[in-house]
């Protein structure tokens, strides 16, 4: 491969929350046996990023004056460009993108134009931890609407439970993660039409977090909630990043797309009063290198080492008896189930996790994330670091 998926860049000492917060999963995780921890707990990469951004911030820092700057047309362009070319969102015009620091930061500005705090907000379950965590700092009590296994394990929502929650609790906003995590499925557009024509019927509006849209799995597809129908279109506060793709967290640096006008006005008048909404000039340059054709080939390359980590990983959890996985189809996350096993060797969740935390392996626990037995673990390392967790899990804990 012409990319480098292989090496493992030491992240000690380089401001990695993967391997070093004070009192964290890092730290608590080296022990005398296992003094080199392997980070699956937290959603960032241990690949290098594209190398197209890299150079493209590198070009940037050529000139030595880092000033005030308004977002560029190439910026614009660069992500219209990505967008047609992804998902065939070619409506995309420049006045429907709008700059956020951070996905989560422009879910909290969409909570605030569309609801009052105190409203109750619908979002699936098993839940992503960001959403839970600004829904209560902001007070949005969460409503959870548990997806349901289909005939073959396939987690799917659940359109009665969601608008028996709807009608009861008079909701009118709900969170979409798609693809959604941590279960990692990547929704059909027959799924999407029925709960967006759900959402039309009782007038709820959606703000969909598409910020893994560009790790799709095994040929799978992402279908913006925005492209389903013209309600879609307009009821949808839809944010993408080039971050979870890229591996570029620590840039910050998120964007939302938003066709309904009165909406997209009420969100610039509600950002622009804290000031707090401005774009990093290198933030900006390292879109611009991703969004790419270079960017477009590595991520294809990325795509590949993730589905043969998946496979790995879900050949090995499957393989232990009490151990239940579902395959995502998208995401570089995985959500394996240990009831069975816990009943099995009369063990609790806090000692599972605490056995792989002393294995030196760093996953995260799944109730954390509304999964009462899951644990949360990402894959996005090189395939031989990768197998290492798996063999101290096997011989340590499992």
């Known amino acids: 491969m012409p990319f480098d998926f292989t090496n493992m860049p030491d992240r000690r000492g380089r401001d990695a929350i993967a391997m070093e917060v004070p009192g964290g999963l890092g730290r608590d995780a080296q022990t005398p046996e296992h003094p080199d921890p392997i980070p699956l707990w937290i959603a960032d990469m241990s690949f290098p990023t594209a190398p197209c951004v890299t150079e493209a911030m590198r070009r940037r820092m050529e000139h030595p004056v880092y000033g005030y700057f308004a977002p560029s047309d190439e910026y614009y362009a660069a992500i219209r460009r990505w967008q047609a070319e992804s998902f065939g969102a070619d409506a995309v015009a420049r006045e429907h993108i709008g700059y956020e620091n951070g996905v989560l930061g422009g879910v909290v500005s969409a909570l605030r134009v569309l609801c009052v705090p105190g409203e109750p907000v619908l979002l699936h379950s098993p839940t992503y931890t960001g959403f839970s965590a600004v829904l209560e700092a902001n007070g949005f009590p969460a409503v959870l609407s548990p997806l349901k296994p289909d005939d073959r394990g396939v987690p799917r929502m659940d359109l009665a439970d969601m608008e028996e929650k709807i009608v009861r609790r008079h909701i009118h906003t709900a969170i979409l993660c798609s693809p959604h995590n941590p279960t990692g499925r990547v929704w059909e557009r027959a799924e999407l039409e029925a709960a967006m024509e759900l959402f039309r019927r009782h007038d709820v509006y959606v703000i969909s977090d598409e910020i893994w849209s560009d790790l799709t799995l095994y040929g799978n597809r992402h279908i913006p909630t925005q492209s389903v129908s013209a309600d879609a279109r307009e009821r949808t506060v839809a944010f993408y990043a080039p971050s979870k793709t890229f591996n570029l967290a620590g840039l910050i640096g998120s964007y939302r797309v938003v066709y309904n006008d009165r ?136």
């Open 263 to 398: 909406l997209r006005a009420k969100l610039d008048r509600w950002e622009a009063q804290c000031h707090y909404n401005d774009m990093n000039v290198l933030s900006m340059h390292a879109l611009i290198g991703a969004y790419s054709p270079e960017g477009r080939a590595w991520l294809a390359e990325l795509r590949s080492v993730l589905e043969t980590n998946v496979d790995a990983a879900c050949e090995f959890f499957r393989a232990i008896d009490g151990v239940t996985i579902q395959k995502p189809q998208g995401t570089y996350v995985i959500l394996p189930d240990f009831e069975g096993w816990c009943s099995l060797h009369g063990k609790t969740m806090d000692e599972l996790c605490e056995a792989g935390l002393r294995a030196g392996v760093l996953w995260r626990d799944g109730r954390l994330f509304h999964a009462p037995y899951g644990i949360r673990l990402c894959l996005a390392l090189p395939t031989h670091r990768l197998r290492d967790a798996l063999d101290r899990l096997q011989n340590d804990v499992l």
